[in-house]
């Protein structure tokens, strides 16, 4: 089964809140404490999630200059399985991306979309003029972890999540958006393309 890569489009937000909360609540349950993500559970559904993709959206068609990348990874039905999400810095370090999110449905893992996904949107990255790609991991995500380190991501720090008052210890990996990026630059490099 293929899995192409394209821009989120404004429809895609319920299917985004679908995967991110889905994805994310089978992936964290057991790497936090249980009443956190119970809370999570109870407070967090799909729909919330999907109006917060849609203020993403939003926000991303009302600006003449983009600052961040929404991509959806699709199967050969056009259900999305997947997406990231990355912005621009604060202004002190514009040109460092922060990568907020990453998630794979569980029943497509392991078939190239989390890579797809992270390489084309250092590929686009690139054309925001960011030099430099990073995320936090919680440090129990040995997986993910496992991951970002098979794709060269350099480990550069410790810090902390706050998830609702409880402090999580996480883990800063950094890439330089080239060394990450989708390598050629023929047209199936654009988002489209398929993993
Ligand atoms: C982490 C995640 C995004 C990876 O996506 P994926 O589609 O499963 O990974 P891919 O199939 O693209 O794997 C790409 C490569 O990484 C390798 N890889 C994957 N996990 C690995 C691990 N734990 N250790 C070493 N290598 C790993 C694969 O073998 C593959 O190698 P290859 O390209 O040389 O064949 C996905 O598994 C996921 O959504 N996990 C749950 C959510 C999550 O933890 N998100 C990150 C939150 S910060």
Redesign the pocket.
């Known amino acids: 089964m293929t899995v192409t890569i394209r821009a989120a489009a404004p429809d895609d937000a319920p299917a985004l809140g679908e995967v991110m909360v889905a994805?994310?609540l089978?992936?964290?349950h057991g790497q936090m404490p249980d009443e956190a993500w119970r809370k999570r559970v109870a407070e967090w559904t799909p729909e919330v999630s999907a109006r917060g993709w849609a203020q993403v959206l939003s926000e991303q068609s009302g600006r003449d200059v983009p600052i961040d990348v929404l991509l959806v990874?699709e199967d050969d039905e056009g259900r999305p399985v997947?997406l990231v999400y990355a912005r621009e810095g604060d202004d002190a370090s514009a040109s460092t991306a922060e990568?907020t999110?990453?998630?794979?449905?569980?029943g497509?893992?392991?078939?190239?979309?989390?890579?797809?996904?992270?390489r084309t949107a250092a590929t686009e990255l690139i054309r925001l003029g960011c030099t430099r790609a990073r995320?936090?991991?919680?440090s129990a995500?040995?997986?993910?972890?496992?991951?970002?380190?098979?794709?060269g991501g350099r480990e550069v720090g410790q810090g902390w999540f706050d998830e609702d008052g409880q402090l999580l210890p996480v883990t800063y990996y950094e890439w330089a958006c080239e060394q990450l990026a989708v390598r050629t630059t023929s047209p199936e490099d654009q988002p489209g393309r398929s993993?």
């Open positions: 994805a994310w089978s992936t964290h990874a997947g990568i999110a990453l998630y794979v449905a569980s497509r893992r392991g078939e190239g979309c989390g890579s797809a996904l992270l995320l936090q991991v919680l995500n040995l997986l993910a972890r496992g991951f970002y380190e098979h794709l993993a």
